[in-house]
Structure formats: C-alpha cells, structure tokens
C-alpha cells in the first residue's frame, strides 16, 4: 500500500512539474496566485501528456514503454533549464504563499471547505469503480490500453478500441487513467479515484484564487464553499466520470475568456484556448461550449482588426492545433460526435425532465433559483457592463445549445429516463456560480436600487 500511495504521488508529479514550468515560462501573469497556480499546473500537465500519449497511441499506433519516460525527462529537464535561467530556483520566494490574518468567518469557510475536500478523499479511498458508465465508457478504455500498452486496431483481437462504448468519446480521461496505471504498474478501481478528487480540488482552488482578484476573501471562500457543497458536484468529485474534468477544463477557459473581455492579453486569450481544448479532448459535449464562445465573441472582435487578429490566432489557431491529432483520427475513422442513432424529432416531454432536475431534485440544492433570482434582480446592471453580459450571453448560448440537443434530438431519452441531465449541468454550474460571483461585486451592489439606501 505504502508503494502504490508512493507511486501516485510519482503520477501527481509527472503532472504537476511540466504543467508549473509552463505556466511560469509562459503564463506566469495570467496564473499568479498559489493555489491557482496549482489548480492550473495539475490540470495543463495532464493535459500536455495526454496529448502526447493522443498522437503515440492513437495516431502514430505506437507501443508504449520506456521510451516514454526517457522522453519526459528530457522535456522536463529542458523546461528546467530554461527556468533556471530566468527565475533561479527559489521556489519559496516565487511561490509567497502566506496565511494571515483570517477572520473567523474566513477559518470556517475554510474548514467547511476541507471538510468536503476530506469527505471526498474519504470515499475514494474506498470505493471501486461500480457503475456501468464509469466502467464502460472509461474506466475499461484506460484498463484495454494499459492491458496491450498501446491501441488495439486489429479487429481480431482483444481489446479492440472500437468495441467499447461510445468509441467516439474523447480519450483525455482514460489516458489520465492509463498514465497513473502505467506507473503504478497496475490498473486499480481504486486508485484511479484520487484523479477526480484532484480535478475537485483543482476546481474549487482554482475558483478561489480567480475570485481573489474581484472579491474579498470572505466573499471568494463563501463562493467557493457553495460550489463545494453542491452535492452533484461532490459525488462526481469520487465518481469515474468525464463531468467534473470537463467542468473544471470549461471553467478556467470561461474564466480566462472573460478576463481577455475586460483587460486583453494575449496569454489569458492562450489559456483559454489550451482550457478549451482540453475540454474537447474530455467530453463531446464541449462543441456547444466552443460554438457559444465563438457566438459571444463575435460582437466584442467586430470592427476591430486588431481584437479579431488576436483572437483569431491566440484561440482559433492554438486551439485548432491543440485538437488537430483528435480531429484527424476521428476523421480516419469516421467517428461522429453523435452517440444515438435516429434523426430530427421534437421532444418537449423535456422541459419537465429539466425542471424536475434545476428546481426540485436534491442535486443542486437551492442553487439554480440562486441564480435566476440575482440574475432578473442585477439584469440592468449585467447589460450595461458589456463583458458580463457578453459572458452571460455565452453562457445562454451553450446551455440553449445542450436544451436543444435534448429537444431535437433522440438525446431526449437520457432526459426523459433521468440518466444524464443532472451530468450535463455539471458543467454549467460553476460558470454560473462565477457569473454570480461577479455580481457581489461593490460596484453592482452601489448601482442598484434595491441595495441603496433610502435616506441618500
């Protein structure tokens, strides 16, 4: 046990150090802050190995081995070369990372916080992965990978990768599962859990020191601990699905398109682009995401050369180039986004699924009527400040995008049975806690009516 514990910290390492050096080499503005950055380095390392791993075994057909390793290192140790050259290796005055002064209603925020983070720990230690998504469409990619250390195109032989479920899903996530499996020397139903638990973390650590640069502590850990307490939310934090990766992936590509709204950069438009990418190479859901970005940009770049350059190479390129591998192997083997068969249909049956899920199921708790209800109190405040209501807009978009592919589509049986609404909003839901967060702001709170004192 002290072995295999000892080897997914290895696996946690492989991530974490490629993912902090490029992010210091390249990103260091956009990403200061201790915990953002740690958010962000876990989740880009990840990323940038399994992309690697993406065109080894699913373009070039190759074989794992040591090769790989060896290939790592030199990666990392030219990214350390590098970062030596320009920052030395004082890590402890780059990271300045202090704990002072917090109020008690700080410390228990905190605590709740940790507590749901120890909760979440507490169920991944124990539970095996069980329910049959998690195992067909996942886990068991990850397990025939590892088992043939490779891709299995042969037709004829076990382990075939068009013969598990949903063949056309993205390959981020078991590949995550596969390079733990691969160092731990064994696939374990286990261990895999502590992958998401680390996205759950990284979700709430990265929200809370992005709200840091709007928002006083107190408000960014109350949002924070709303989030964390969301109980759709906590349960996929030990459940192996793509859900919460691919909230955390659309979250910090939200988050960085909104900051190039309000102040430009070259560097946030990147991230948001490398974010985005690695929620396509998660989920297919992430299609309606990009369309809706796209959408709501549109009025932001229009009539500005020097906007639309920008935004035409720092995203459209980076994250063309990011998906390029995936795209052409879906392309070679004629793979669809679509994972029901059947046409164009009309299904309004549902609009009851929806509301039974956003209103009155015990998923989300009082969220969803949270958020409609600031957003019609704060609707005249959100259209004058053009970047919200610019985020706000992609929001309606690609939850309008998803409500159609239910209502269009023959999706609507995952509606109607119950199976898959609930996950679909997961990666709606911190996107609109942001979009809230954003209107505890003092300037929306003096511009309102409602909040102004009567005597003034």
Do not use: C
């Not at 042969?154 to 993205?170: E, L, T, V």
């Not at 109190?377 to 706000?392: D, E, G, M, N, T």
């Not at 679909?424 to 911190?430: E, H, K, R, S, V």
């Amino acid at each position: 046990m002290i072995m295999s514990a000892l080897k997914v910290m290895i696996f946690f390492f492989s991530l974490l150090l490629p993912g902090y050096l490029i992010l210091a080499l390249f990103f260091d503005q956009a990403s200061r802050g201790f915990l953002k950055k740690l958010a962000l380095s876990f989740a880009l390392g990840m990323l940038w190995l399994s992309w690697q791993l993406l065109v080894l075994l699913f373009v070039w057909q190759l074989k794992i081995g040591a090769y790989f390793i060896w290939l790592l290192m030199a990666e990392n140790l030219l990214l350390l070369i590098f970062y030596g050259r320009r920052y030395g290796f004082d890590f402890k005055k780059r990271w300045n990372f202090t704990l002072k002064n917090f109020k008690p209603l700080e410390i228990l925020f905190s605590v709740l916080i940790t507590t749901q983070l120890l909760f979440a720990a507490a169920n991944a230690a124990v539970k095996p992965v069980a329910t049959f998504d998690s195992l067909a469409m996942w886990a068991l990619k990850a397990k025939t990978i590892f088992l043939n250390q490779g891709v299995v195109f042969d037709s004829g032989q076990p382990g075939y990768w068009a013969a598990a479920s949903h063949h056309n899903y993205p390959p981020l996530v078991p590949l995550a599962q596969f390079w733990q499996s691969f160092l731990v020397g064994r696939f374990d139903e286990i261990l895999i859990n502590w992958i998401f638990v680390a996205f759950y973390a990284a979700l709430l650590f990265f929200l809370y020191g992005s709200l840091r640069a709007y928002l006083n502590r107190t408000y960014s850990l109350f949002f924070t601990w709303l989030l964390a307490t969301m109980p759709l939310i906590l349960y996929h934090s030990y459940s192996v699905y793509a859900d919460l990766p691919l909230a955390f992936f659309l979250t910090v590509a939200f988050v960085y398109w909104y900051k190039w709204l309000e102040a430009g950069g070259a560097d946030k438009l990147v991230l948001a682009a490398l974010f985005m990418a690695g929620a396509a190479l998660t989920k297919n859901d992430a299609v309606f995401f990009i369309l809706a970005g796209v959408l709501a940009t549109m009025p932001a770049v229009a009539f500005n050369w020097r906007k639309w350059r920008q935004w035409l190479l720092g995203y459209g390129l980076v994250l063309t180039a990011t998906l390029a591998p995936w795209w052409w192997f879906m392309w070679r083997h004629d793979l669809g986004l679509s994972n029901v068969t059947g046409g164009w249909g009309w299904h309004p049956q549902i609009f009851k699924s929806f509301y039974t899920v956003l209103f009155i199921a015990a998923s989300w708790n009082i969220w969803w009527f949270v958020f409609v209800l600031l957003t019609a109190l704060f609707s005249a405040q959100i259209v004058k400040q053009r970047p919200l209501a610019l985020a706000y807009l992609n929001w309606l978009a690609a939850a309008g995008g998803l409500l159609l592919l239910y209502l269009l589509t023959e999706s609507y049986q995952y509606a109607v049975d119950g199976t898959a609404v609930s996950r679909t909003l997961i990666g709606l839901a911190p996107l609109s806690l942001w979009l809230i967060a954003m209107l505890a702001r003092r300037e929306f709170f003096a511009a309102n009516k409602f909040f102004q004192n009567k005597n003034d």
